[in-house]
């Protein structure tokens, strides 16, 4: 297995991203970095710039990260961590939270590399629930 792409989910709410970690922590596996960044760093609705530098730090194990935020000031933030730290391996995604995170969990477990993985996220835009 190629090394493991990690996964930041970056939220307005701690809560959201947390409950999203769990679903997708049970459908990966335990060999995919998740790390999550809601809230702000008291706790509160926003994005925190330092929970989501810390949390591409903690979710870094060599194979890239794809950062995948859930809307407004969180896409906003999080376009401003990878302007001030660029990094090529650390992609922001413009997908789906849920389907995008779920895509791209199933297919980090698989072994991709970070740009299938950036790739299967995006593709969840595309799947029709009906």
Known sequence: MNTPVGIVLVSHSA?????LRLLVEQIGSEDVPLATAGGTDDGRIGTSYNLLLNAIKDADRGGGVIVLPDLGSSVLTARTVLEDHPRPDVVLV??????GAVAAVVTAASGADLKTVADAAKEARNVHKL
Do not use: T
Not at 15 to 19: D, R, T
Not at 94 to 99: I, L, M, R
């Open 15 to 19: 809560e959201l991203a947390s409950g």
């Open 94 to 99: 413009d997908a789906p939270f849920v389907e």
